[in-house]
T-cell receptor
Framework: QKEVEQNSGPLSVPEGAIASLNCTYS??????FFWYRQYSGKSPELIMS????GDKEDGRFTAQLNKASQYVSLLIRDSQPSDSATYLC????????????FGTGTRLQVTL | EPEVTQTPSHQVTQMGQEVILRCVPI?????FYWYRQILGQKVEFLVS????????KSEIFDDQFSVERPDGSNFTLKIRSTKLEDSAMYFC???????????FGQGTRLTVV
């Protein structure tokens, strides 16, 4: 069974701090990794995609991928109250017609 | 900005009734998906559709479920005889040929009573 594991949280960080969200996956051959943000009752919204080892930055967001450790992370710099949401890690496993396998998500709370 | 559109936003149906959930994917996208999310649980894959046929389906997607692309713009999910456990948010997603990034519609909340 191909799984994506996330700590469900909540992860609480003060406004302006860095939030660090982590995810592990089970298939070493996976090539595509995504972070989605989901507000309560809403649909997943794509934040970042990453395909190769290392860091990828987009504004306040940085995705990090370590394929040897089967580990993906998302850093949110200068966290804002509007960042409070559930962050979903998703993986496309090889040979799966590009379906996304999601983790359970980590709930982030940014406090004032 | 192009987006995936789903209708209705909320549907209440009686157990045993048929429901059709509708989606209009982004216009130049070729790959279409349905996912569902039971309240408090993770997003689960149901089915993927490409070139007018199912390319993959999960074990959730049994004979009660079907998908169709009746014209050049709509993509539908039909549940033939709804059960209480079908109550969930259903999300449609699409992606284009060249990429792997999938974009989600706003979802349909299905409530089976």
């Amino acid at each position: 069974q191909k799984e994506v594991e996330q700590n469900s949280g909540p992860l609480s960080v003060p406004e302006g701090a860095i939030a660090s969200l982590n995810c592990t996956y089970s298939d070493r051959g996976s090539q595509s990794f995504f972070w989605y943000r989901q507000y309560s009752g809403k649909s997943p919204e794509l934040i970042m995609s990453i395909y190769s080892n290392g860091d990828k930055e987009d504004g306040r967001f940085t995705a990090q991928l370590n394929k040897a450790s089967q580990y993906v992370s998302l850093l949110i710099r200068d966290s804002q109250p509007s960042d409070s949401a559930t962050y979903l890690c998703a993986v496309i496993y090889t040979g799966t017609a590009s379906k996304l396998t999601f983790g359970t998500g980590t709930r982030l709370q940014v406090t004032l | 900005e192009p987006e995936v559109t789903q209708t209705p936003s909320h549907q209440v149906t009686q157990m045993g009734q048929e429901v059709i959930l509708r989606c209009v994917p982004i216009s130049n996208h070729l790959y279409f998906y349905w996912y569902r999310q039971i309240l408090g649980q993770k997003v689960e894959f149901l089915v993927s559709f490409y070139n007018n046929e199912i390319s993959e389906k999960s074990e959730i997607f049994d004979d009660q479920f079907s998908v169709e692309r009746p014209d050049g713009s709509n993509f539908t999910l039909k549940i033939r005889s709804t059960k209480l456990e079908d109550s969930a948010m259903y999300f449609c997603a699409s992606r284009d040929r060249g990429g792997t990034e999938a974009f989600f519609g706003q979802g349909t909340r299905l409530t089976v009573v």
